[in-house]
């Protein structure tokens, strides 16, 4: 069954310390991969997207994620972490089609002065 | 910018009544989806329509039903609501890429 995996629940960072946030995916071949982000109160916001060629993408406000096909991961990663990126962040992934997608179960973030 | 937009933000009703969830996006979006979001769950996909009168069941159909009668809208129906669909709901659509989002709507069945 295809599933995704973010392993850790909460997550909390000291601002200005760099962040990565893991994520495991399990599909049949290289899925389509998102990261969203959720603050309090609001729906998802897309921060990037892999569908296919270079395997680091950029995405907004300053994140990247990596796709490494032979661990089956797509981590977020981040600098430089800013108190207003506390939120929760949900990894993704789709075999195309409709573009029906499976979430992970969130990492929430929380910044420390 | 794609605008998806959730019908109410926070709604509360009475087990036993029929409630209506409605979604509407601008971007002439072909498929559209409804979650619903529960602590330590993440985000469960209840349905999905990808045309208009077409809709597919999700991982948890059971108590939901739909209408997509127009393009830009699509409706989720709790035909007898119950306290375990205390929730919020998502709405999302996209085209060929990735899901755009509504602010969600927190339902409270008391």
């Known amino acids: 069954a295809q599933s995704v995996t973010q392993p850790d629940i909460h997550i909390t960072v000291s601002e200005g310390a760099s962040l990565e946030l893991r994520c495991n995916y399990s599909y049949g071949a290289t899925p389509y991969l998102f990261w969203y982000v959720q603050s309090p109160g609001q729906g998802l916001q897309l921060l990037l997207k892999?569908?296919?060629?270079?395997?680091l993408v950029q995405g907004i406000k300053g994140f990247e994620a990596e796709f490494k096909r032979s661990q089956s991961s797509f981590n977020l990663r981040k600098p430089s972490v800013h108190w207003s990126d506390a939120a929760e962040y949900f990894c993704a992934a789709g075999d195309g089609g409709y573009q029906k997608v499976t979430f992970g179960i969130g990492t929430k973030l929380q910044v420390i002065p | 910018d794609v605008k998806v937009t959730q019908s109410s933000r926070y709604l509360v009703k009475r087990t036993g009544e029929k409630v209506f969830l409605e979604c509407v996006q601008d971007?002439?979006?072909?498929?559209m989806f409804w979650y619903r979001q529960d602590p330590g769950l993440g985000l469960r996909l209840i349905y999905f329509?990808?045309?208009?009168?077409?809709?597919e069941k999700g991982d948890i159909p059971e108590g939901y039903s739909v209408s997509r009668e127009k393009k830009e809208r699509f409706s989720l129906i709790l035909e007898s609501a119950s306290t375990n669909q205390t929730s919020m709901y998502l709405c999302?659509?996209?085209?060929?890429?990735?899901?755009?989002f509504g602010d969600g709507t927190r339902l409270s069945i008391l």
């Open positions: 999302a659509s996209s085209l060929r890429g990735p899901q755009h």
């Open positions: 971007m002439d979006h072909e498929n």
């Open positions: 329509s990808y045309d208009v009168k077409m809709k």
């Open positions: 892999y569908f296919s060629g270079d395997t």
